[in-house]
């Protein structure tokens, strides 16, 4: 099971990385080197775009860590949350997921910071950061966008799949690193 | 909610680091954090700038339509509500598709125009329709194949292996999806046997 798992995570981007352009240029004729830097020119407004939520975030993430804000929210929830094999540092994180995509990634990064992105915790708060969404903002816009008001079970479905993400990322990394 | 859980943050972080006496500290942290920010993001700059030069050849060589064509029978089944031929079937599976590439900025106007077809199919135009929750639920529960900025960043910060999280993501967003789906059905037949609005 591990190695195969190590085998697709070592081999799926190499062979992205080839076989996209090999076939857009054999089959479809596309000018591919001149469509990748087009796209890539589309890179630089989405990063720049992140950048005031991340570092917003940050500073919020960073005060509550170091003034030991964090430490006592993990203090008082840890007896709850170590039987469960839940890192407590995990859980600040979880509840951001669905509210605020840039919050729960500046997290994210703090984590890969204080304990290294291939502790557990990093691989953890890796997986859970990629298996779902911000559920409150895509809801908002599109709803929003057709005048939607009236979400019937939406907005219960999607919390509820979040919270299926946590606990699967939890299964999966305690599964595949444990 | 969002400007409440940054002001709580904040003002716990500045509470709690008066009553340890570590003011300094918490100075100290609100610049380093900023700080943060923008060194993390030049470090995106490199993976994303590539990933979406990658994304676009994919695009333009038809890699999502492909993906669709894959993908329609799927669709079929879970929006029975919307007619086969109907456009919107075609923007839900772009849409789709795009979400499992990862091609975010693609699949939000996809997703978008779904939205726009589907209002077209809907007799309640202030409440969402069965298929419109099928697209949230989809939507929301964050279908990926490859979790691109995750691993930029995995790689700004010295991971030596970034790509290691992929198949374990993979597996999480698959059960998580599949969760939503299943919800998104159940909460639908929990409400017809309620005797609520069926279309």
Redesign the interface.
Known sequence: MMEI??L???W??PV??AF??T??LL??K?P?YE??????????P???S??PH????????????????LE?VIGALNPLLEPLGVPPEFLPMAL?RS??GS?S??I???I??TH???SFL??LA???????????Y??T???G??????????V???L???L??VV??L???HL??G | ??NA??VI??V??????AI?G?MD??T???L???K???I??FG??SI????????????????VQSLAKLIHPLARFLYPSVPKDHPAMGSIVANMSANMLGLG?AA?PL??KA??E??ELNP?????SDA??T???I????L?I??A???G??MQ?????????????I???A???T??IF??RW??A??RRKGGKTK
Do not use: H
């Open positions: 798992v190590q697709i995570a070592a799926s981007l992205i990385i996209i352009p076939y857009a089959m479809r596309v591919v469509t990748f830097i087009e796209g890539a020119k589309e890179g630089f989405t990063v720049i992140i950048m991340l570092v917003g975030m940050l500073v919020a993430v960073t005060v509550f860590r170091e003034s030991g804000a006592l951001l509210i605020s919050g990634m500046a994210m990064t703090d890969f910071q290294g992105p291939d990093g691989k890796s997986t859970m950061q990629g298996s779902s969404d911000t559920t409150l895509v809801l816009v599109y709803f966008s057709v005048g939607i008001r009236k979400a019937r079970y939406a219960k479905v999607g509820l799949a979040d299926v993400s699967a990322s299964f999966v990394v595949l690193f | 909610m969002v859980i940054w943050l904040l716990s972080g500045v509470i709690v680091g340890n570590k500290l918490v100290k942290a609100a380093d954090g900023a943060q920010g923008t993390v993001c995106l700059l994303l700038v590539f990933w979406t030069g990658l994304m676009k050849v994919a695009e333009e060589a038809g890699l900025s939000t997703g978008l939205m726009k589907l209002q309640n135009k202030d409440t969402a419109m929750c697209l949230m639920a939507n929301t529960s964050g990926t490859i979790p900025t995750i691993i960043l995995r910060y010295g991971s030596t292996n970034p790509t290691e999280i992929v198949a374990a993501t597996l999480a967003t059960i998580a999806t969760s939503a919800l998104d909460f639908r929990g409400e």
